[in-house]
């Protein structure tokens, strides 16, 4: 089975904070990709990487930054988090093809991590 | 801009009862996802939906895909109270990012 694990299921922060949170995958997948939820906008893509050290902008990647130096490990950094952060954060890995329309395959996500910036 | 639009986003139903979860997108498109999400855990895939006229089915769940109307379903049959849970529609745009609904909470009473 895929597993997708991420680092902390809850993380409470102060405003100002810098903030690591952290996803590693097992099965070899090319991309990988962070996605915030939050009641009644579903999930919004904020970061996703296709290769190592490659990454690409989603759809609100304002006040967040990623690092991919491993195929298996992908990090979402909060340089300096606000209370408009606070939510939930979802990582999710799939293998090669999905960005270039061959595979089929499906995104395997994490179980997520409830951060609460106060 | 790709626009994805579920209805209803909440419902109840009784045990037994039949009903379909409706997924409208808003531009071209050719892989559309549905996705399980239980209270407090993460997203689980249910299928991927790659043609027009596509169908896919598990258990009481069946899924279509009618590309031309820009229009996914997600059939329950015989509702049972496991199958409480958040639906999220899920479609690939151009950019081959994948775009979600808002999700569907469903709650069925026993």
């Known amino acids: 089975d895929v597993k997708v694990t991420q680092s902390s299921r809850y993380l409470v922060k102060r405003t100002g904070e810098k903030v690591f949170l952290e996803c590693v995958q097992d099965?070899?997948?090319?991309?990988m990709f962070w996605y915030r939820q939050d009641p009644g906008l579903g999930l919004r893509l904020i970061y996703f990487s296709y290769d190592v050290k490659m990454k690409e902008k989603g759809d609100i990647p304002e006040g967040y930054s990623v690092s991919r130096e491993k195929k298996e490990r992908f990090s979402l950094i909060l340089e300096s988090a606000s209370t408009n952060q606070t939510s939930m954060y979802l990582c999710a890995s799939s293998p090669i093809g999905l960005s270039w329309g061959i595979i089929t395959d499906t995104q395997y996500f994490g179980p997520g991590t409830r951060l609460t910036v106060l | 801009e790709l626009k994805v639009e579920q209805n209803p986003l909440f419902l109840s139903m009784q045990e037994g009862k039949n009903y379909t979860i409706y997924c409208n997108y808003s531009?071209?498109?050719?892989?559309l996802y549905w996705y399980r999400q239980d209270p407090g855990k993460s997203l689980e895939s249910l299928f991927v939906l790659l043609s027009n006229g596509a169908v896919k089915q598990e258990g009481r769940l069946m899924a279509s895909l009618d590309t031309k109307a820009r229009l996914s379903t997600l059939h329950i049959t015989a509702a049972v109270h496991d199958l409480s849970a958040t639906y999220f529609c899920?479609?690939?745009?151009?950019?081959?990012?994948?775009?979600f609904g808002k999700g569907t909470r469903l709650h069925i009473l026993p």
């Open positions: 899920a479609v690939m745009n151009r950019d081959d990012k994948i775009i």
């Open positions: 099965m070899d997948h090319e991309n």
């Open positions: 531009t071209t498109s050719d892989r």
